[in-house]
């Protein structure tokens, strides 16, 4: 039997052709890809944005109000983080048609594997006292969950989204008073061994980036990476719909808490709370939960607080994102190619970014630690790309989720079509 040759994350896969009149499936290649630099760069963008809003304070201690960057970047850039982690899901269990049989099989174990190394590394870094949050143990549960969705197309992934928005946030409400709740800032793997079931409800509903409601934006990726990502049509209508569904869900939410009374609904329900506190709240989100006195906390879209509106909020940021950029790489992909080089191996640098952190050295000059990580991550990425191709840490994915794919399809065939070459042109590797 043939095997088909993962895909690098961030690649569109060839489509299945016939041989046309005689019926016969062409024979089995090895199939060119094309990488999207407007993926790359819109996943780069997320990056800088993560950085930005660790790096920099999250206030202005003049006028005591939320930092520019704060208000720019923070839940939007990591929320985008996840989003496109869904599109690369996509492209790495088929495109647009997604695979079958063992091939599928085998995509789900490689996507299991890549969940333990992501969230293996995120363990690992949670033995140093980190000064910030680190997703990367919550990418790892977030991976595994999506195992059982390969399969679904586009209007499935997308119902599938909006349910994980809706019921989620609730859930999660519910959880606070019944689970633990965030005891560990960062788990390490020793936590995980001693107090799984502490970890687990972190990593799935009490942490910062709880992964059940964050469903929510692995789903709607993965939904859009089912379509074709070339057509300008897709693109036009991802940056102008996920604009529109942003624009309009902010738009609910204010009116709900402003006009129809749900900010004195939060106010009656939470007695305790003075009013700056409620405003606190509703520009910085919980601590990292929300108060679960009442539940017309659920109306508000402050970072992190896990919403329903945060949630479809910034699944429209994302999709507009991630179209802007797609349209932008047919009129200047050589612009976007530094953004996209870093883009391409947010795995090392994220984690090159978290040990910089680490010894908080950065609060001497937030500005120019902020200005300096992004400058350097841009030319190693271009300087890494250029000579090793993968960066560090996505050859290590690659490789692992490669051997466990080649594991399973070597256990014998599936009957599934072979595929023909393809002769879109191939860009440079990536995650």
């Known amino acids: 039997m043939s095997e088909e040759r993962a895909l690098p994350a961030g690649t569109v896969p060839a489509p299945r052709v016939g041989t046309g009149g005689t019926g016969a499936d062409v024979a089995a290649a090895p199939r060119p890809t094309r990488r999207l630099?407007?993926?790359d760069a819109a996943r780069g963008l997320a990056l800088f944005g993560m950085v930005t809003v660790h790096t920099l304070p999250s206030w202005n201690e003049q006028s005591g109000e939320a930092h520019w960057s704060w208000t720019l970047f923070a839940g939007h850039s990591?929320?985008?983080?996840?989003?496109?982690?869904?599109?690369?899901?996509?492209?790495?269990?088929?495109?647009r048609t997604p695979r079958t049989g063992r091939r599928m099989t085998a995509a789900r174990w490689a996507l299991a594997g890549r969940a333990g190394v992501i969230a293996l590394v995120g363990f690992l870094l949670g033995f140093l006292e980190l000064p910030v949050s680190n997703i990367l143990i919550y990418y790892g549960m977030l991976f595994l969950l999506a195992v059982p969705f390969l399969r679904l197309g586009t209007r499935s992934l997308l119902l599938c989204s909006a349910l994980f928005a809706l019921a989620a946030p609730f859930l999660m409400q519910w959880s606070v008073d019944v689970l633990p709740g965030l005891e560990y800032a960062n788990p390490s793997l020793l936590d995980l061994v001693l107090d799984p079931g502490t970890v687990l409800s972190q990593l799935l509903l009490t942490g910062v980036y709880p992964a059940l409601p964050w469903m929510a934006f692995l789903l709607a990726g993965l939904a859009v990476g089912r379509t074709d990502l070339t057509s300008r049509r897709v693109q036009t209508l991802l940056a102008a719909v996920g604009a529109a569904v942003a624009l309009l869900v902010w738009g609910a939410s204010v009116l709900a808490l402003r006009v129809l009374g749900g900010y004195e609904a939060i106010a009656d329900g939470t007695p305790w709370m003075e009013a700056s506190e409620i405003e606190e709240v509703m520009v910085f989100g919980g601590d990292p939960t929300l108060p679960t006195d009442t539940l017309w906390w659920l109306l508000i879209t402050a970072p992190h607080s896990n919403t329903p509106f945060f949630l479809a909020l910034n699944v429209g940021l994302a999709l507009s994102v991630l179209g802007v950029c797609l349209l932008l790489e047919r009129v200047a992909g050589r612009v976007l190619a530094p953004v996209a080089a870093a883009g391409a191996m947010t795995f090392t640098l994220y984690t090159a970014h978290l040990l910089l952190l680490w010894p908080e050295y950065y609060d001497l000059a937030p500005v120019a630690w902020t200005v300096a990580q992004i400058v350097a991550f841009t030319v190693f990425a271009l300087l890494w790309r250029r000579a090793q191709g993968q960066g560090p840490l996505e050859k290590v994915v690659t490789r692992s989720t490669r051997a466990i794919s080649h594991r399973v399809l070597a256990r014998g065939g599936d009957g599934a079509r072979p595929q023909a070459p393809r002769t879109a042109p191939r860009a440079p590797d990536g995650p």
Request: zero cysteines; glycine letters at 20%.
């Open 78 to 95: 990591a929320a985008l983080f996840a989003t496109l982690a869904g599109v690369s899901l996509a492209f790495a269990s088929g495109g």
């Open 37 to 39: 630099i407007g993926v």
